[in-house]
């Protein structure tokens, strides 16, 4: 098992910034590919970043290309998101996922509780 939990959500204005954490526990975090995904009300969830383990690739979807960053720290069990340059559209729960093959879509194995972003105009 591996325990995921997030933090850093919360209101921001249009153009603004947030980083969101994610800090694993359990099972070694070693060999995990890790995943930022959302989900904004009435909609499903959607992939947003991966990043690969030890870290040397990184995806993105189109919609955040340019103004997202994913990174982890390995020594610190944690995976990040830098959001910048954020809009309205960007306005939903945030989840952290797991997985040990890296995965550009929504099917991982282990998720956190989700933090909310939201995005005001």
């Known amino acids: 098992q591996v325990q995921l939990v997030e933090s850093g959500g919360g209101l921001v204005q249009a153009g603004g910034s947030l980083r969101l954490s994610c800090a694993a526990s359990?099972?070694?975090?070693?060999?995990?590919?890790m995943g930022w995904l959302r989900q904004a009300p009435g909609k499903e969830r959607e992939f947003v970043a991966a990043i690969s383990w030890p870290g040397a690739n990184t995806y993105y979807a189109d919609s955040v290309k340019g103004r997202f960053t994913i990174s982890r720290d390995n020594d610190k069990n944690t995976v990040y998101l830098q959001m910048n340059t954020l809009k309205a559209e960007d306005t939903a729960v945030y989840y952290c996922?797991?997985?040990?093959?890296?995965?550009?879509?929504?099917?991982?194995?282990?998720w956190g509780q989700g933090t909310q972003v939201t995005v005001s105009s």
């Open positions: 359990g099972r070694t975090f070693r060999y995990y590919a």
């Open positions: 996922a797991a997985n040990r093959r890296l995965v550009v879509g929504t099917s991982y194995d282990y």
